[in-house]
């Protein structure tokens, strides 16, 4: 059985429909891409899976388990785990605390009045591993705001693995960031995914990152998939090439 399903998400608001009935499988170890011209859905997908704007119709499923209509907290409990295309941190907090606040997220029970302490502990050290594998534990006592763009993209990154996901999302990773913080950020995704040990979600504008990272591609267009498949053949297929050079109508 797939990991993360989706069986026709849809968005309206109003009489545009965003997202249209979207259908998606994504198995243990995958790392698929959404891609699609500017104005595709493919944010908005995320924002439906997330729990980050409620669906007209359908549902995504993890692992069996109905994720639609769960609010985002409860989402992230259940294993998901996503970062942003505008780069969402506490800037005045340090790196590390910006990776132990996030750990918390998974933890049901992190207000309780007992047994925070340990419960504190495991986040912190859940979040200084996510800072080693994204190659930040020597910038963990500095203020997450005087990085580097490049340096608080992996940060939010390193701040979505510490919460331990099942299904990792990551919305335009690359963005804003030079060709030289690409490369890096690159190398990095492609170490941490060599193991086939995690389950990707990614939505990429440039097109070499996705060609070297993902095993599968989903193409939106207008809201709705054109094409679905591995990269070689969704790069051949005439639907997804009309659909960027603005031939689809």
């Known amino acids: 059985?797939?990991?993360?399903?989706?069986?026709?998400?849809?968005?309206?608001?109003?009489?545009?429909?965003?997202?249209?009935?979207?259908?998606?499988?994504?198995?243990?170890?995958?790392?698929?891409?959404?891609?699609?011209?500017?104005?595709?859905?493919?944010?908005t997908l995320f924002n439906l899976i997330t729990?980050?704007?409620?669906?007209?119709?359908?549902?995504?499923?993890?692992?069996?388990?109905?994720?639609?209509?769960?609010?985002?907290?409860?989402?992230?409990?259940?294993?998901?785990?996503?970062?942003?295309?505008?780069?969402?941190?506490?800037?005045?907090m340090t790196v590390r605390e910006n990776a132990s606040l996030a750990a918390q997220a998974r933890e049901g029970r992190r207000w309780q009045p007992w047994g925070g302490g340990s419960v504190f502990a495991a986040a912190v050290s859940r979040g200084d591993a996510a800072l080693?594998?994204?190659?930040?534990?020597?910038?963990?006592?500095?203020?997450?705001?005087?990085?580097?763009?490049?340096?608080?993209?992996?940060?939010?990154?390193?701040?979505?693995?510490?919460?331990?996901?099942?299904?990792?999302?990551?919305?335009?990773?690359?963005?804003?960031?030079?060709?030289?913080?690409?490369?890096?950020?690159?190398?990095?995704l492609a170490g941490l995914f060599a193991t086939g040990a995690m389950t990707v979600l990614l939505v990429e504008h440039d097109m070499d990152v996705v060609f070297r990272l993902a095993h599968a591609i989903t193409v939106l267009h207008r809201g709705a998939v054109i094409a679905d498949g591995p990269p070689d053949a969704v790069r051949a297929d005439p639907a997804v090439q009309l659909a960027y050079l603005g031939g689809l109508d």
């Open 1 to 43: 059985m797939p990991l993360l399903e989706l069986d026709g998400l849809t968005r309206r608001f109003g009489g545009l429909v965003a997202v249209n009935a979207v259908s998606m499988r994504v198995a243990a170890g995958e790392v698929r891409a959404v891609i699609g011209p500017n104005g595709a859905g493919k944010s």
């Open 132 to 188: 080693e594998r994204l190659g930040l534990g020597p910038l963990a006592d500095q203020p997450a705001g005087l990085l580097s763009h490049g340096d608080q993209r992996l940060l939010e990154i390193a701040m979505a693995l510490a919460q331990a996901p099942r299904v990792l999302l990551l919305d335009e990773p690359t963005q804003g960031l030079s060709v030289q913080e690409t490369a890096r950020a690159v190398d990095t």
């Open 51 to 92: 729990g980050v704007l409620a669906t007209s119709e359908g549902e995504a499923r993890l692992d069996g388990t109905r994720l639609t209509g769960l609010p985002a907290h409860r989402i992230c409990q259940h294993g998901l785990a996503r970062t942003f295309q505008i780069t969402a941190l506490y800037p005045e």
